[in-house]
């Protein structure tokens, strides 16, 4: 520690939150997001800024089973410059149920219903700036409607075993999170017996 260096605050408990909040400065706000820079003060005392990325939906997405097959999306994303295979998935607005929605982006992207839905896995999906929520849900007793995908999705659709997307995913030719997420909680349940 040199002279520079202030003594670091005590926590009460190593879980408690370490950052004084001094106040925030909204910078965006839309129908999707609020993007604020919070004023702190970090452990040492000294200040901090914090860019927060707030969403206003939860993330919502379906894994939907077929015996030993789930069924993954295509289409390109813009923010990663690449096309991209995941789980059906969307957003829930304030207010609504993530189950009523991830129903809808499920007949919505691939024209699949399901029987039962249970929840599979519940993430947040960077945590380092943004408070975003995901869940996605198991879908079983699948049966094939029509789809209808929104006027920006171009979509494919296939059906890929969990032993090859759990390959895929190890080979970094799958990166979305919530689909590598789901894709190793269906390789553990079907290890331990439990699909």
Request: charged share 25%.
């Amino acid at each position: 520690m040199t002279d520079k260096t202030p003594p670091r605050r005590k926590l009460d408990h190593p879980e408690d939150n370490p950052w004084i909040f001094r106040g925030k400065r909204e910078v965006f706000d839309n129908w999707l997001v609020n993007l604020s820079l919070h004023d702190l003060t970090n452990l040492s005392g000294n200040p901090a800024e914090y860019v927060w990325v707030e969403f206003k939906n939860r993330a919502v997405g379906v894994a939907a089973l077929d015996g030993d097959h789930v069924w993954l999306v295509g289409q390109y994303r813009y923010t990663i410059g690449q096309y991209s295979w995941e789980l059906p998935e969307g957003g829930c607005p304030p207010g609504k149920d993530t189950l009523d929605a991830a129903k809808w982006e499920l007949a919505e992207e691939t024209g699949l219903r399901a029987k039962t839905y249970a929840p599979l896995v519940e993430l947040h999906t960077s945590n380092g700036i943004t408070d975003e929520y995901a869940i996605v849900y198991l879908a079983t007793g699948l049966s094939q409607g029509e789809a209808a995908p929104e006027e920006n999705e171009e979509l494919q659709t296939r059906k890929i075993s969990i032993d090859d997307l759990v390959a895929e995913i190890d080979a970094g030719k799958i990166t979305d999170a919530m689909t590598v997420a789901a894709g190793y909680k269906l390789a553990l349940m079907k290890a331990k017996g439990a699909l």
